[in-house]
């Protein structure tokens, strides 16, 4: 008898950590928008619970060594000064680890895809809570205040912001 089962493909494997809960909340977001079912890339997104840098980066690889990943990348706040050895540690792992900033935080990030000055870190939580009425990230509504037709005018000039739409939505 011939099996009729249809073959499933290999998914490339990638896991994203974010700083924290709002990191992770809009990583979700990009990832419902743009990762179709038939990319051949599964993404789990993690956080990191805050931390310094190095505590996000050992999270991460701990992350990726108890799975096997494909690909890894963090997305942190640049407001706490990156170690010189961060790059180093990352780019040696198996696999590499992609490292890419918020400046200075996430609603400094935010503030610039909007298309908004980024400020200091306590000026940008504060013009952020006041442009979206959202005293905190993890509440914002990013479906109606970060439309996908805005993201994809904001990525033609925002690195990290393309480079996050890559992450979750190509192999």
């Not at 008898?1 to 990009?30: C, D, P, Q």
């Not at 701990?62 to 407001?79: E, G, P």
């Amino acid at each position: 008898m011939v099996s009729r089962k249809k073959k499933r493909r290999l998914n490339h494997a990638r896991l994203i950590v974010g700083e924290g809960l709002g990191e992770k909340k809009f990583l979700s977001y990009l990832k419902e928008l743009y990762l179709s079912r038939d990319a051949g890339l599964s993404v789990k997104i993690k956080q990191a619970q805050g931390g310094n840098p190095n505590c996000i980066l050992e999270y991460a690889i701990r992350q990726a060594k108890a799975a096997d990943f494909d690909s890894v990348l963090v997305w942190m706040d640049t407001d706490v000064p990156w170690p010189r050895t961060l790059d180093k540690k990352a780019s040696t792992n198996t696999p590499p680890i992609m490292l890419l900033g918020s400046d200075p935080c996430i609603e400094g990030f935010l503030l610039a895809v909007l298309g908004e000055p980024v400020l200091s870190t306590v000026r940008s939580k504060k013009k952020l809570a006041q442009l979206t009425s959202c005293s905190s990230v993890t509440q914002l509504n990013f479906l109606q205040k970060f439309p996908q037709a805005d993201l994809e005018v904001a990525r033609k000039n925002n690195e990290v912001l393309d480079l996050l739409i890559e992450a979750v939505g190509k192999a």
